[in-house]
């Protein structure tokens, strides 16, 4: 399974400023990747996943993430935090989850 | 509504017993999962299964089993032999069958509390 690694466990921004949540697998191949959302107490659901189509991925919710091939990452951004992107995120690539990083986001 | 249901959402358990959590999908998919979250490490594979009739060990098989004998259902048995069962549980599906190419749509979850 790929390894995936999430770094920052706990991000924590202003409402309105910008969302950055990196994520790097190990492979240099090119992987299928994604990006999920999970809310308190309920299961996981997509943001957004690497198709190989577009280097630039958008998804639900305003946000989008960038597959580089070079750096091995696909990290996660989203311009304006809005109070209900609080949630954890996971990314996901080949077989493996990341650890999560918990967004919360300051009025 | 096509989804996955999980069942029950909260599990009490004593030391010692066996418990069984379901899992049904109506998405006619043909891959389904188990997975184990724990705070700060994310989701673990338990058991996976790709096919009616066959399931593979994840990363952290002992101590579960699973069965696959009807596409639509994929239930987990917590065994006693499992030394920390306490945590929550994922049970989700694909429409691809390779592990992890496709996108994992999960049920809501089921919290195990062993007593």
């Known amino acids: 399974a790929q390894s995936v690694t999430q770094l920052g466990s706990h991000v924590s921004v202003s409402e309105g400023a910008l969302v950055l949540l990196r994520c790097n697998y190990s492979?240099?191949?090119?992987?299928?990747l994604f990006w999920y959302v999970q809310y308190p107490n309920q299961g996981l659901q997509l943001l957004l996943k690497?198709?190989?189509?577009?280097?630039l991925v958008k998804g639900i919710n305003g946000f989008e993430a960038e597959f580089k091939k070079s750096e091995t990452s696909f990290h996660l951004t989203k311009p304006s935090a809005h109070m209900s992107d609080a949630a954890e995120y996971f990314c996901?690539?080949?077989?493996?989850f990341g650890a999560g990083t918990t967004v919360t986001v300051r009025a | 509504d096509g989804g996955i249901t999980q069942s029950p959402k909260y599990l009490f358990r004593k030391e010692g017993q066996n418990v069984t959590l379901s899992c049904e999908q109506n998405?006619?998919?043909?891959?389904m999962y188990w997975y184990r979250q724990d705070p700060g490490q994310g989701l673990r594979l338990i058991y996976y299964?790709?096919?009616?009739?066959?399931?593979q060990k994840g990363d952290i098989a002992e101590g579960y089993s699973v069965s696959r004998e009807k596409k639509e259902s994929f239930p987990l048995t917590v065994t006693s032999a499992q030394k920390n069962p306490t945590a929550f549980y994922l049970c989700?599906?694909?429409?691809?069958?390779?592990?992890?190419?496709?996108?994992?749509?999960f049920g809501e979850g089921s919290r195990l509390t062993v007593l």
């Open positions: 492979s240099s191949v090119p992987p299928y």
């Open positions: 299964s790709q096919i009616v009739n066959d399931f």
């Open positions: 998405l006619n998919h043909d891959a």
């Open positions: 690497y198709t190989s189509a577009a280097t």
């Open positions: 996901a690539a080949g077989g493996g």
């Open positions: 989700a599906s694909s429409s691809r069958t390779g592990l992890n190419t496709g996108e994992l749509f």
